[in-house]
């Protein structure tokens, strides 16, 4: 079992950053994939970005790559999202979820065991 709560969200500007952090509990943190996701108001919830359990290999969706930047520190058992360059497009609410399971990075949010209770981004254009 882990529990995950994010932090890190607001109101920012187009063209604006934001920086989100996952904070985990537990000590098998190093032992989970770690992905976000965003759902928008009426929308699914979609891919945002994964990280493997070292953090040596990652994964985007097409509209954030080049933008946001995933990354983790095991020993502080937190995973972040560098959000730069934001449109409106990027604002929901973005979760953050934990696989512990799979071997290799996925987009697809059936495949994450926990997640936290979400935090909001808004971009205003």
């Known amino acids: 079992q882990v529990q995950l709560v994010e932090s890190g969200g607001g109101l920012v500007q187009a063209g604006g950053s934001l920086r989100l952090s996952c904070a985990a509990s537990?000590?098998?943190?190093?032992?989970?994939?770690m992905g976000w996701f965003r759902q928008a108001p009426g929308k699914e919830r979609d891919f945002v970005a994964a990280i493997t359990r070292s953090g040596g290999s990652t994964d985007y969706a097409d509209s954030v790559k080049g933008r946001f930047t995933i990354s983790r520190d095991n020993a502080k058992n937190t995973v972040y999202l560098q959000m730069n360059s934001l449109k409106p497009e990027d604002t929901g609410v973005y979760y953050c979820?934990?696989?512990?399971?799979?071997?290799?990075?996925?987009?697809?949010?059936?495949?994450?065991?926990?997640w936290g209770q979400g935090t909001q981004v808004t971009v205003s254009s």
């Open positions: 979820g934990a696989d512990r399971t799979r071997r290799t990075l996925t987009t697809r949010g059936y495949a994450y065991d926990y």
């Open positions: 537990g000590r098998m943190f190093s032992s989970f994939i």
